[in-house]
């Protein structure tokens, strides 16, 4: 199981990546946004990119708890697909 502290350095890394590929250079601090049971998702927004109309003006990155790989957009759908359906919770 990963430490927080780890997830962090593995979604500040990712997060960077992402901010150094826009124009926008107003990020905030990136901080925990939530947790779950399989992995925390961490956040920096930025003002301009609301501004300008993005949505949601901020990056999101999931850490896994487990091996500390960044979730896909697809994995995280599915797991939020599976907790809100029954009969896919066992699955």
């Known amino acids: 199981m ?3 502290n780890e997830a962090f350095k593995i979604a500040e890394k990712a997060i960077f990546q992402m ?6 250079d107003d990020f905030s601090p990136i901080e925990l946004n939530s947790e779950n049971d399989s992995f925390w998702t961490y956040i920096s927004g930025s003002q301009a990119m609301i501004n300008d109309g993005c949505v949601p003006g901020a990056f999101f990155v999931s850490v896994d708890k ?9 994995e995280t759908e599915n797991y939020y697909q599976r907790k809100s359906v029954p009969e896919l919770q066992a699955a």
């Open 19 to 24: 901010q150094e590929k826009t124009k926008y």
């Open 66 to 74: 487990t091996d500390g790989h960044i979730w896909t957009r697809n």
């Open 2 to 4: 990963l430490s927080k």
